[in-house]
């Protein structure tokens, strides 16, 4: 199909404000994926699509925290490796079974680490006592948090950077950072896949791909300056968000 000048003017710009989100708290999808469908993009071809321009975001706000040296890649091997692995097999998966039942749990998951944020001023404002050491999160959490973002995906840079926070100690600033490029390995993971078997609009996600570069950019900068006082409500609001829109497409 194609898209007027215009249609792609105005996803360039979905993208700027969805990779600014996805930065800060994730669930940058819940923006750009309606998008695509809302301007005549078919199913299939969006959710290939929205996985390359999503890459652009999560790569450009990893390479932005590996730079201020907020995350140490040599630190982080295995845990990449896990998360990869667990993507694969989430993305296999979701193609042989219904995921229904999943789709009417996660709205209230959601809807709990939303409230969970909220209630919580003290969360990650420091580094804590470290509960699960380096080598068992990597072996066992990084695969299931890779698996879950493969297999279904919205809130996955949310339960990823929750998951940081509560399992590792780390301050929300450094959960968020650590996320992107957790979360940007699980991207890579899919898109591989989606470049194998699926369509993808090259010119619309290269633009897209574009935007989420400049508003990750943004966004990775307002992470640094401002802090768990910024990603706290922002992960709560996009939350409930996230769960309100899953909830309608369930019901309708």
């Known amino acids: 199909m194609h898209l007027s000048i215009d249609m792609v003017a105005l996803l360039f710009m979905v993208a700027v404000v969805a990779g600014c989100v996805d930065s800060i708290a994730g669930g940058g999808g819940?923006?750009?994926l309606p998008s695509m469908l809302l301007v005549g993009i078919p199913p299939a071809a969006a959710l290939a699509t929205n996985k390359l321009q999503g890459c652009?975001?999560?790569?450009?706000?990893s390479?932005?925290?590996?730079?201020?040296?907020v995350v140490r890649l040599r630190d982080l091997k295995l845990m990449i490796v896990m998360t990869f692995v667990g993507a694969?097999?989430?993305?296999?998966?979701?193609?042989q079974i219904n995921s229904t039942a999943l789709k009417a749990i996660i709205p209230f998951l959601l809807i709990s680490v939303g409230i969970y944020f909220a209630l919580s001023p003290q969360l990650g404002t420091t580094d804590q006592k470290q509960p699960v050491a380096h080598?068992?999160?990597s072996l066992w959490i990084a695969p299931c948090l890779g698996f879950y973002d493969g297999f279904f995906g919205p809130g996955a840079g949310i339960l990823m950077a929750l998951s940081l926070v509560s399992l590792r100690g780390y301050n929300l600033t450094k959960a968020t950072a650590h996320t992107k490029i957790l979360n940007g390995t699980s991207n890579v993971s899919s898109l591989l896949y989606f470049l194998a078997f699926g369509k993808v609009y090259w010119t619309v996600g290269?633009?897209?791909l574009v935007g989420q570069i400049i508003g990750s950019s943004i966004g990775a900068r307002l992470v640094l300056a401002k802090g768990?006082?910024?990603i706290r409500p922002v992960i709560?609001?996009?939350?409930?968000?996230?769960?309100?829109k899953l909830l309608f497409d369930i019901f309708g």
């Open 30 to 32: 819940l923006i750009t």
């Open 88 to 95: 694969v097999l989430g993305v296999w998966l979701i193609l």
């Open 236 to 244: 709560s609001g996009v939350c409930f968000l996230m769960a309100v």
């Open 63 to 69: 390479f932005y925290f590996l730079r201020q040296q």
């Open 135 to 137: 080598g068992p999160f």
């Open 228 to 230: 768990a006082t910024l």
């Open 206 to 208: 290269l633009v897209m």
């Open 56 to 61: 652009g975001g999560t790569l450009a706000a």
